[in-house]
């Protein structure tokens, strides 16, 4: 397998283009500029179309029309440049139409840093927009996760009609490291897919022959509303089975940490470590953090373990209201943070797991 | 086994480039894990930089490190703010044209290279980031350096005139280097 060594956002580009993404809008931010930038020149050796839309809400609603045509579609943007597309993303989910979009993240809420953090773990699996849409949220932790994630995430759009989003940081964005990347879909391929859209997609339909197509984000009638948050609300509850998690050295833990994204890479090497040193300690890094991987934290053995560490790049903590939801009171749940730009240390996790061990 | 690498310096000396060469050498000729790392913000021309390098046989867990195994200096600011990072029995590579203040650490080995006034020696201060990559291959031997030199070649040598200096930019840093480990 030839190893490419690849920046995230290049990856997040390269794979989206692989996977027969044919359309990016965007605009400019820090820590994310590689993506457009790499997508402003490849996508128009595919044929594609690249556009750099005046601001965020311009080109989160050229994504949103993109797509109505079944062209697999997407934009990126960082934290509150997020925050300005979250209506776009709204009405895609309302409107079921199908688009990817990546957030490289930064430090705090409002303008925040420019530097990597774990600030939108809510916003990217509780409230995206408004009117209490759901979507499947990728969380990497290395470029080559990147790349495979973003390549799937479009079949995800596509199977559900629905967003999906890959929440990635600072760090993941900026970092270069070797991936194999997924194989290029060939023309034809990408044509096909855009043709099985036709029963919903805006292509033009003759009346006469076939039933016409009507996109729309919201409803007139309050009865199909209703019917329509049914609907979604079944969609969410069948992603169960699409739930995807790391779980390491479980088996015999006694401390069981729980950490994802960046976060997930940096646990690792700790737990690696410590293990090492004959510490028994393990993790459940979800790789969806929604739909939440629950279940994994079911095969956890509660009579022995005496501690649940979560680790993230989030103050105060986010991911940690899933987890005590997946975990049920079954053990006692403690945090080790960072946040503000400040890249969580493997030291300090370290030394974490060590006091919960002794403890 | 993991070994963690800094390179720092001034925006336009080449820091990035270097760290990139470096850790594409790695990916390109091994099979060893290796991440590369930018310092970003309000980053340019004359203000600071820095990188960071993992080549490591595991996963790579942090892509940085609050101590490392060999720190590149480049300039004299770098000195001050870096060497407290540099673990002990670490390796300092220094950049002697520029940084001129005394190291005020003895449980490190320091390798000194004049590699600013070579590059004008050479005819392009552009250089200087390769000729510290060769002292840097040259001491550590971490990776050969036919391997080091495919990945200048491949990434710099895309005009022919470039090929030649930077070819013997390369050739120079390597002399230093081994000259410095033989010591």
């Known amino acids: ?57 311009a080109s989160i609603s050229m994504v949103y029309g993109a797509a109505q045509t079944g062209t697999r579609a997407m934009t990126s943007s960082s934290s509150c440049g997020i925050s300005l597309k979250s209506e776009g993303i709204s009405y895609c989910a309302s409107a079921h139409v199908p688009i990817v979009y990546a957030n490289i993240s930064r430090g705090g809420p409002g303008v925040g840093t420019i530097q990597p953090a774990q600030q939108d773990y809510f916003q990217a699996t509780k409230a995206s927009g408004n009117g209490g849409f759901r979507m ?41 490291e070797p991936v194999v990347l997924p194989p290029m879909r060939p023309d034809e391929e990408v044509s096909a897919m855009k043709k099985a859209q036709r029963s919903w997609a805006l292509v033009g339909h003759d009346p006469a022959k076939e039933p016409r ?12 509303q209703e019917q329509s948050c049914k609907d979604n609300a079944a969609l969410y509850d069948s992603w169960e089975k699409d739930a995807q998690e790391e779980s390491l050295m479980i088996d015999d833990a006694e ?23 004959g510490v028994k300690v393990g993790m459940i890094r979800p790789k969806t953090v929604s739909p939440f991987p629950e279940k994994a934290f079911d095969k956890l053995n509660y009579k022995r373990v005496k501690a649940i560490l979560d680790v993230e790049m989030s103050i105060p903590a986010q991911m940690v209201y899933d987890v005590r939801l997946a975990v049920k009171d079954r053990c006692p749940i403690e945090t080790c943070l960072r946040s503000g730009g400040e890249v969580i240390r493997r030291e300090e996790i370290i030394a974490s797991v060590r006091a919960l061990s002794k403890a | 086994m993991e070994r963690n690498i800094m390179v720092a310096g001034f925006g336009g000396q080449g820091v990035m480039v270097m760290g990139k060469l470096l850790s594409n050498a790695v990916c390109d000729s091994t099979t060893q894990n290796v991440t590369f790392f930018p310092s970003y913000g309000a980053e340019q021309r004359g203000g600071t930089a820095n990188c960071y390098v993992v080549i490591s046989d595991e996963p790579v867990g942090s892509p940085m490190s609050d101590t490392v195994d060999d720190l590149v200096i480049m ?86 005139s470039l090929l030649e200096l930077n070819k013997t ?12 480990k033989g010591k």
């Open chain 1, 1 to 57: 397998m030839k190893r490419t060594f690849m920046k995230g956002c290049e990856a997040i580009a390269e794979a989206a283009v692989r996977s027969g993404c044919r359309f990016f809008a965007g605009y400019p931010i820090t820590p994310q500029n590689e993506i457009p930038e790499y997508f402003a020149r490849r996508l128009p050796e595919v044929g594609g179309q690249f556009v750099q839309g005046e601001s965020e809400v």
């Open chain 1, 255 to 277: 401390i069981v940490i729980a950490a994802y994204g960046i976060s997930g890479r940096i646990a690792r090497s700790a737990v690696s470590l410590l293990r090492k040193d």
């Open chain 2, 75 to 160: 300039n004299g600011p770098s000195l001050n703010k870096f060497l407290g990072k540099l673990k002990p029995g670490g390796i300092l590579f220094i950049n002697n044209t520029i940084v001129k203040d005394a190291v005020s650490r003895d449980d490190v080995a320091i390798v000194k290279a004049p590699v600013t006034d070579i590059s004008l020696e050479l005819g392009n201060p552009k250089v200087l980031n390769v000729i510290m990559l060769g002292v840097y291959i040259g001491y550590t031997g971490i990776l050969s350096e036919e391997l080091m030199l495919a990945t200048i070649l491949g990434q710099l040598g895309k005009k022919a």
């Open chain 1, 136 to 176: 499947m949220v990728f969380a990497p932790s290395t470029v080559q996760e990147a790349a495979d994630m973003t390549y799937a995430a479009f079949d995800y759009a596509q199977r559900d009609r629905n967003p999906v989003l890959i929440l990635a940081d600072g760090v993941l964005g900026a970092i270069i």
């Open chain 2, 169 to 180: 930019a390369f050739a120079r840093g390597l002399e230093i280097g081994k000259a410095a």
């Open chain 1, 213 to 224: 197509s009507f996109i729309e984000p919201g409803h007139w009638s309050i009865q199909e």
